[in-house]
């Protein structure tokens, strides 16, 4: 990807014209200003940016970015941005998705990018909720969840994100959260930084149909004592006062207190190991696992050849072993006669 | 084996032979069918041919549901179809026997491998007393021939395994078919040698069997004659065969080629589709990607993508996937992006028949949509013309930025008929411009006259949009749900496909004159058919004409005016009146159907039969 000054570009820049039209107050608004803050100092031309959607409230984030943009169908942006990317390599794929479109009538297409590193970032909005369609549960609402569609409490077992990503292959796991744009911002960054499919899931706020549905990690009060900010090689701390952490006890983690001097036992992240187990024991906490913090941060980064990559790879040998090629050669191939 | 030895036998000069080759999936007949075809087409004869193979892989040994053929008409005259009835019938089994018979002429040979006439096999195909002694011989010249026995003996100094002899049976089969029929076999001795090149023992084996089935035509006493059938008269030119899947796949390099654009095809494995991406695939060398997709929306989804990044996206399917397509194949009509869409139909609804042909998605491809959305359609009429087809649905897709359905079905997909080889000079232009002008630039600008919006490819500076499913403002492109806005974008989709009837050739007879007593109308893979038909009707002295739709949206503008310069109209097909229903619609002509949904191709004798009771 060709590299410009990274001073060329402000955020304006990668606003549209277009009004936006989430309702005041909603989380989208503070990822699409921590979108757009990121953009000018990733180093790459405006012009190689496009964002592909699907069908949501969050799927209407490439409405409100200056830069290329597919408004596609329901549960379908990675399957188009797959088309995009494997075109023209040399873009910058971007997916915006939510908890509905990339999990439930798409969730099919979202394991199969990860596996195959599509080379893209998938920002994937977690409200815990069908906002666009007026409030129905969606696949990460929780058990016993009251909504229009579920009056007597939901009865389905709610899905995992990262667990999924992680099962699937993700070779970039993280997780964000609406209210901490600083954070957010340093996230998307590592995302845009990492070759592969780049997953992170962002905690979305939404007031109308699902509100404080993440006050635990981001009400002042309590949100140290629920959350976990990973930073790689460094021990899981947390507490107001860093007075606790995390251990594994076998494949379980549990809270120590750290008052009695016991650092050493506490689990230190790794976001570069290939093992799988590591992330998916941290992105477990607190969603499937009551009573223990939620992780933040990079749960796992690791390299591995693109798809993009192997395919041009394999097209490069192609090419080389019938340097000779043309069309004439392929219609007059096999056994051909003449009439006279 | 020298010149003499084979004249031995009187020849006697035919003009044309339909035969088929039946057995178990497992005895090997469509290659055996594929190698007669070769042979045939190198001593110079038309001809055409049907594969015939059960949906089920390997179905039980024996039994009817895993019988597999493979017919082929060839000719000293030019010839259109498979041929509706047999002159040969060679029968494996008795399953074979019992599936196949049915289309076996009175009179016709019918030459059986007794061996596999046994009590169980008998039994598998559901015969209570074995039919060969049933007075078979009074409708039918019998061949009773222990092919088994016979493989054996050629077999019994090598010392192979019983499985390896029993395998090789199917070339004693074929060599006895060229010598009835006089065919050289130079080309599957080289291809035999080509395949087993590395197991000499098995490449001897199986060059054995093949010169003991021809040399047993010779020497035994059933056979007094064989026969010959002289080269036909065909335009000049280089041939090859060719099947309708392998012409799609050098119709889509061409059309890359022809374009400069990148071809991605997105696909999902399904019947009788699949060998167009297994094909394509191997065209790396030329820069085509291929994608096979996680399901058949995926596989459209991405054909998508790759259109709106600047290349060509093709997906390939059949009429389930269609189904499945069907909201994408929308998003590509209101974004007004590039896109085939392949539908190789098969026999329906739902899983229907996956191996059988059938016609039955015309409508699917005309209004399978929600809302007003048209797409042009073209439709292959035969093997080859699958490749100029492929041409036609590129040309119209980029020049008026549409998705364009390609109708191919499972009949052309696996039959195979001689391919004049066109010259790259011959070939179509197809102009592709993507919009690089950022002054004045809207994404929804359109061509006047074809009313195209213009195609930009991400990356380009200055010329950042957003296209969206949402409908949007004329020109502008931003979302708008204004009532009078939306009528006019309605009606602008609907007039750019519309347009395209300025840009297609009229329709004109194939056989008989512009006017006359009836039309026989057709579109797709019935054209051999309607032709022979039409050839027959024409020496019988009716006025009669036949006419045939690549084309079927828009029509060609002189169609209503065409049809109306005959008293009745016929249109044959594979469904309950797809097209009839369209004519009837548009045109308001009481058009008269032939409708046998077999699974099958249509039979000649069926369009003649209707045909003249409607000319009484």
């Not at chain 2, 280089?238 to 050098?250: C, D």
């Not at chain 2, 119709?251 to 060998?275: C, R, V």
């Amino acid at each position: 990807m060709a590299i410009t000054e990274q001073s060329k570009y402000t955020k304006a820049d990668f606003e549209s014209a277009n009004d936006v039209r989430w309702c005041p107050g909603c989380g989208d608004y503070a990822i699409l200003s921590a979108v757009q803050s990121v953009m000018p100092t990733l180093g790459i031309p405006k012009e190689k940016f496009v964002f592909v959607s699907g069908i949501g409230c969050s799927s209407r984030f490439p409405h409100y970015m200056n830069c290329y943009g597919f408004h596609t169908i329901h549960g379908r942006a990675l399957t188009v941005a797959t088309g995009v990317k494997s075109i023209n390599p040399d873009l910058s794929v971007w997916v915006i998705t939510g908890d509905g479109d990339g999990l439930s009538i798409g969730g099919n297409h979202f394991m199969h990018a990860i596996r195959r590193n599509q080379d893209m970032k998938i920002l994937l909005f977690n409200n815990k909720i069908y906002g666009l369609t007026k409030g129905q549960y969606s696949p990460t609402s929780e058990l016993g969840k009251k909504t229009k569609s579920t009056p007597f409490g939901s009865i389905d077992n709610p899905i995992n994100p990262a667990s999924i990503a992680i099962a699937s292959g993700a070779t970039f796991v993280a997780r964000t959260v609406d209210k901490n744009v600083k954070h957010m911002m340093d996230i998307l960054k590592r995302a845009a930084a990492h070759k592969g499919t780049a997953f992170i899931e962002i905690y979305q706020n939404c007031l109308v149909f699902n509100d404080d549905a993440f006050v635990d990690y981001t009400e002042k009060e309590i949100k140290d004592d629920h959350s976990i900010y990973l930073e790689s090689g460094k021990p899981l701390v947390f507490g107001k006062t860093h007075d606790k952490a995390i251990k594994l006890n076998g494949f379980h983690p549990e809270i120590i207190n750290l008052s009695n001097g016991n650092l050493k036992e506490a689990l230190v992240h790794d976001e570069k190991t290939e093992d799988r187990a590591l992330a998916y024991v941290l992105g477990q906490m607190g969603v499937e696992n009551e009573g223990l913090p939620v992780v933040f941060g990079v749960l796992r980064d690791i390299a591995q050849p693109t798809y993009q990559e192997r395919l041009l790879e394999q097209e490069k040998e192609a090419k080389e072993k019938k340097p000779k090629a043309n069309l004439e050669q392929v219609l007059n191939a096999g056994d051909t006669w003449v009439v006279s | 084996m020298t010149l003499t030895e084979e004249k031995l036998k009187k020849i006697e000069t035919l003009e044309e032979a339909t035969i088929r080759f039946a057995g178990d999936s497992g005895d090997g007949m469509q290659l055996t069918g594929g190698q007669f075809t070769n042979a045939t087409a190198i001593v110079g004869n038309d001809l055409s041919t049907l594969p015939d193979f059960p949906a089920e892989i390997r179905a039980p040994a024996g039994s009817l549901a895993g019988v597999s053929g493979f017919q082929i008409h060839f000719s000293s005259k030019d010839i259109h179809t498979p041929g509706d009835a047999l002159d040969v019938l060679v029968a494996m089994n008795p399953a074979a026997l019992k599936a196949n018979l049915r289309d076996l002429k009175p009179g016709g040979m019918l030459i059986v491998n007794t061996n596999a006439f046994t009590e169980t096999n008998l039994k598998k195909a559901g015969y209570d007393k074995n039919p060969l002694d049933d007075g078979l011989n009074q409708k039918y010249q019998v061949f009773s021939i222990e092919i088994s026995r016979l493989t054996q003996l050629a077999l019994e100094e090598m010392k192979l395994p019983g499985k390896i002899v029993d395998r090789s049976k199917n070339l004693f089969a074929l060599g006895l078919m060229y010598w009835l029929y006089t065919r050289p076999m130079e080309k599957t001795i080289e291809w035999l040698k080509k395949k087993f090149g590395d197991k000499p023992e098995i490449l001897e084996a199986n060059l054995k069997v093949l010169k003991a089935g021809y040399h047993f035509g010779e020497t035994t006493e059933s056979f007094i004659s064989h026969y010959e059938i002289k080269q036909a008269k065909i335009i000049p030119g280089k041939y090859r065969n060719i099947t309708g899947n392998e012409a799609t796949v050098l119709g889509m390099l061409a059309a890359s080629q022809l374009t400069g654009l990148t071809i991605f095809l997105g696909s999902y494995p399904i019947t009788p589709a699949s060998d167009i991406l297994h094909e394509l695939s191997k065209y790396k060398h030329f820069g085509i990607r291929t994608f096979q997709a996680e399901d058949e929306i995926a596989a459209v989804g991405a054909a998508i993508g790759a259109s709106f990044a600047g290349g060509l996206g093709v997906t390939t399917t059949s009429g389930p996937g269609v189904c499945l397509k069907s909201e994408f194949i929308n998003l590509a009509v209101k974004t007004e992006l590039p896109l085939i869409i392949c539908d190789i139909q098969r026999g329906g609804p739902s899983t229907g028949l996956p191996t059988k042909t059938e016609q039955g998605d015309l409508l699917q491809a005309m209004f399978g949509r929600n809302s007003e959305s048209p797409i042009p359609i073209v439709a292959a009429a035969t093997p080859g013309d699958c490749f100029d087809t492929m041409l036609e649905a590129v040309r119209l897709s980029v020049k008026y930025m549409t998705p364009v359905f390609f109708m191919s079905d499972g009949y052309l997909a696996n039959g195979s008929e001689p391919w004049k080889i066109p010259q790259i000079y011959e070939l179509p232009k197809i102009e592709v411009k993507f919009r690089t002008e950022k002054n004045g630039f809207y994404p929804y600008l359109r061509d006047e006259k074809t009313l195209a919006r213009s195609w930009v490819k991400p990356g380009e500076a200055g010329l950042e949009h957003v296209i969206s499913g949402l409908e949007t403002e004329q020109n502008t492109g931003k979302i708008s749900y204004d009532p009078t806005n939306h009528d006019a974008m309605i009606k602008i989709r609907a007039e750019r496909i519309a347009r395209i009837a300025n840009d297609i050739p009229d329709i004109k007879p194939i056989f008989g004159e512009i006017k006359g007593d009836l039309l026989i109308l057709g579109w797709g893979s019935t054209l051999g058919s309607i032709d022979a038909a039409t050839e027959k009707l024409l020496e019988k002295g009716y006025k009669v004409t036949n006419a045939h739709l690549r084309h079927l949206n828009p029509f060609p503008k002189n169609l209503e005016s065409f049809l109306k310069n005959f008293k009745k109209v016929l249109i044959p097909e594979v469904n309950l009146g797809q097209l009839r229903m369209l004519i009837r619609a548009k045109y308001l002509i009481d058009a008269q159907g032939l409708n046998i949904v077999g699974g099958q191709p249509l039979k000649v004798n069926a369009i003649i039969e209707l045909a003249e009771k409607l000319l009484k």
